[in-house]
T-cell receptor, first 117, second 110 residues
Framework: GAVVSQHPSWVICKSGTSVKIECRSLDFQATTMFWYRQFPKQSLMLMATSNEGSKATYEQGVEKDKFLINHASLTLSTLTVTSAHPEDSSFYIC?????????????FGSGTQLSVL | QKEVEQDPGPLSVPEGAIVSLNCTYSNSAFQYFMWYRQYSRKGPELLMYTYSSGNKEDGRFTAQVDKSSKYISLFIRDSQPSDSATYLCAKETSGSRLTFGEGTQLTVNP
C-alpha cells in the first residue's frame, strides 16, 4: 500500500516553545491530509482537514491559532503546535487520501508522540 | 450519544480462538465503515472496508454490517498472538473524514 511518512516520531519540548510535525505522502500525491490527536487509551479525534493550496478546516473546539497547518505541496503537510503546554502532550497522527474516490485509499502515518514539560 | 460506540475491553483470548469485535453507530445515513488495527504508539492500519450490509471476508478477517440494527462487527478466525492490538471501528463522513470508536484492546495469549 501507499506510504505516509511522519516525522519526528517523538519529541520532547519545554512549555512555551513551538513544535513542527511533518507528514509526507511518499509515493502518491495527496490533495487532502488529515490531522488527528489521540490521548492515552482514547480514540483518534480529528483535529483538522488540510487541503493543498488552501486554508485548513478545523473541527469544532480546535484552536486554529494554536495548531497551525500548512499544506504547501501535494506531498507535504505540517502541523505546528505553537506555545505548547503540558496539556498538549498527546499522540498526533496524520493521514493522507490517495485519489478522490473511495475512503479505502486513506493511509495513516506512524504518529508523533509529543511530550511538553 | 456518541456517533460510534465500541466496547473498549480489554479482551483476552487464547491463541486459535475466534474473536468478535463490535460497534454500533447512531446515524443511519452513513454508508462506509472501516476496521483499523493499531499497535501501541503506531498509526492505524486499515484492515477492512465495507460499503453495504452483509459480510466481507479477507483471509482470517470477516467484516459484517447490519444496517437495520446499525451494528458492525469484525471477526478474527484462528487468532494469533500477533493479532494483539487495539482494533478501531470507523465510519465515514463527508470528504473522507472519519469518526472512530474508542477502540477495543485485544490480547491473544499463546
Amino acid at each position: 500500500g501507499a506510504v505516509v511518512s511522519q516525522h519526528p516520531s517523538w519529541v520532547i519540548c519545554k512549555s512555551g516553545t513551538s513544535v513542527k510535525i511533518e507528514c509526507r505522502s511518499l509515493d502518491f500525491q495527496a490533495t487532502t491530509m488529515f490531522w488527528y490527536r489521540q490521548f492515552p487509551k482514547q480514540s483518534l479525534m480529528l483535529m483538522a482537514t488540510s487541503n493543498e493550496g488552501s486554508k485548513a478546516t478545523y473541527e469544532q473546539g480546535v484552536e486554529k491559532d494554536k495548531f497551525l497547518i500548512n499544506h504547501a505541496s501535494l506531498t507535504l503537510s505540517t502541523l505546528t503546535v505553537t506555545s505548547a503546554h503540558p496539556e498538549d502532550s498527546s499522540f498526533y497522527i496524520c493521514s493522507a487520501r490517495q485519489g478522490v474516490a473511495t475512503n479505502e485509499k486513506l493511509f495513516f502515518g506512524s504518529g508523533t508522540q509529543l511530550s511538553v514539560l | 450519544q456518541k456517533e460510534v460506540e465500541q466496547d473498549p475491553g480489554p479482551l483476552s483470548v487464547p491463541e486459535g480462538a475466534i474473536v468478535s469485535l463490535n460497534c454500533t453507530y447512531s446515524n443511519s445515513a452513513f454508508q462506509y465503515f472501516m476496521w483499523y488495527r493499531q499497535y501501541s504508539r503506531k498509526g492505524p492500519e486499515l484492515l477492512m472496508y465495507t460499503y453495504s450490509s452483509g459480510n466481507k471476508e479477507d483471509g482470517r478477517f470477516t467484516a459484517q454490517v447490519d444496517k437495520s440494527s446499525k451494528y458492525i462487527s469484525l471477526f478474527i478466525r484462528d487468532s494469533q498472538p500477533s493479532d494483539s492490538a487495539t482494533y478501531l471501528c470507523a465510519k465515514e463522513t463527508s470528504g473522507s473524514r472519519l469518526t472512530f470508536g474508542e477502540g477495543t484492546q485485544l490480547t491473544v495469549n499463546p
